[in-house]
């Protein structure tokens, strides 16, 4: 199975936009649904964003839709979040997740270790 690396996280300002993207090693990357999940701090973890194994097919948290994009490189292994028009709220570390049986699952059984992202007023 693969295994995830998030990077790209950080300290930004409101308004600014920032991405983050997640590694994954081994050879059978384009066969796994992707995802992007996040934990705020006191608060459980929720759906980001989700991808299909070719990246034609494409799932948003309603509250995010228009200003996060997910999409995937499967030659490099890699799958981004676009983050524009960051707010504080958006603060909480973000979790790349593989595995899922379709794009509208919130089962994923391989994490990342995660990527802290805070968002200053």
């Known amino acids: 199975q693969v295994q995830l690396v998030e990077s790209g996280g950080g300290l930004v300002q409101a308004r600014a936009s920032l991405r983050l993207s997640c590694e994954a090693s081994g050879r059978t990357f384009s066969w796994y649904i992707m995802g992007w999940f996040r934990q705020a701090p006191g608060k459980e973890r929720e759906f980001v964003a989700a991808i299909s194994r070719s990246g034609s097919g494409t799932e948003y948290a309603d509250s995010l839709k228009g200003r996060f994009t997910i999409s995937r490189d499967n030659a490099k292994n890699t799958v981004d979040l676009q983050m524009n028009n960051v707010k504080p709220e958006d603060t909480a570390v973000y979790y790349c997740?593989?595995?899922?049986?379709?794009?509208?699952?919130?089962?994923?059984?391989?994490w990342g270790q995660g990527t802290q992202v805070t968002v200053s007023s």
């Open positions: 997740a593989a595995g899922a049986s379709s794009i509208t699952s919130r089962n994923y059984p391989i």
